[in-house]
């Protein structure tokens, strides 16, 4: 079945709540969406106890109003409040048809959807792509149910991050295929900060120098359903450059499986990663990486889960513990 203009503009702006229609009407509509989540949390970090933890906060709002019969324009506002700061992380518009959707401005960028792992929190060290948004980024995304594929570029400024990735992917039945690139250069150039996935200390990219750093990597992902099991696996390369000297920071190779069950609204996820590669300063190092998890679906908009996590780490990780557990609980709207 062809896609609506309006599904292709929601799968550019890359989010995942369903949304509440707000207008509709004269070719335009408006529609309202949300997340809340807050967890019981104690990660992998030593030396901290367990805590409370806002994990998500987020509001937006996106439009569509059609020009043609095979033309809309389409926009997106939204905003993250996870901390007490408000911050603005998507403000773009573009054109939506049959063709596919074209967007520009700040958004998430089409690797920011990698990945195929069914943890929360305790699955360290899958394929993350260091940064995976921008202020002056374009998008295009094309997906006609079987085939798909996108691109995004980032366009730097004086001299700062520039990034390109891209997917293509294919369907047919339960199976779907489909692998991601990344290219960035000076990511972090103002070197006062570490890189972290996602936000969470535990989870250490790299500490990039005053140029910053070059990365380059892929991801190649495939998962299968069917019935009430799903079942993924992916590896994944990625190199890091000091952006002035040129020399490798670090390169790991990622390696995942995963599987799940669903029983009614419950749901059971089980998952392996393994990474083994070469980091500057401590040679060769590797870990593996266990989570277990379920989730409860208390309705179409309300989830509640628990996970825990065991990580056997070599050199990769030097303060963290070897277990971590997280219970929460998430609204959408």
Known sequence: MKKTLLALAVVAAGSANAGINLYDANGVKVDLSGAVEVQLYDGYAKNEDTTIRLDDGDLSLNASVAVSDSLSVVSGTAFKYESK???????WLGFASDFGTLTFGRQLLVSDD???GKDY?????????????GDRA??????NGTFYAAASHNLGSDD???ITDGRLGFRTGGLDVRVYGYDAERVGQKGDETWYDDGDKTKPIVKPGKAGDDIRGYNLEAEYAFGAVNLAASFGQMEYKASDTKKVQKDLDLYEVNGSYTLDKTTFALGYVHANGHHDGKGKVQHDNV????TQQLHSNV????????SDNDKVFDEIEEFGYVAGLEVKF
């Not at 700061?85 to 403000?91: A, F, P, W, Y």
């Open 121 to 133: 929190e305790m699955g360290l060290e899958q394929i993350s792509f260091a940064q995976t948004e």
């Open 114 to 116: 990698s990945g195929i």
């Open 85 to 91: 700061e408000v911050k603005n992380d998507e403000l």
């Open 138 to 143: 374009i998008k295009y995304v094309y997906d």
């Open 160 to 162: 700062k991050t520039e």
């Open 291 to 294: 989570y277990a998890n379920v």
């Open 303 to 310: 989830k509640a889960y628990a996970e825990v996590g065991y």
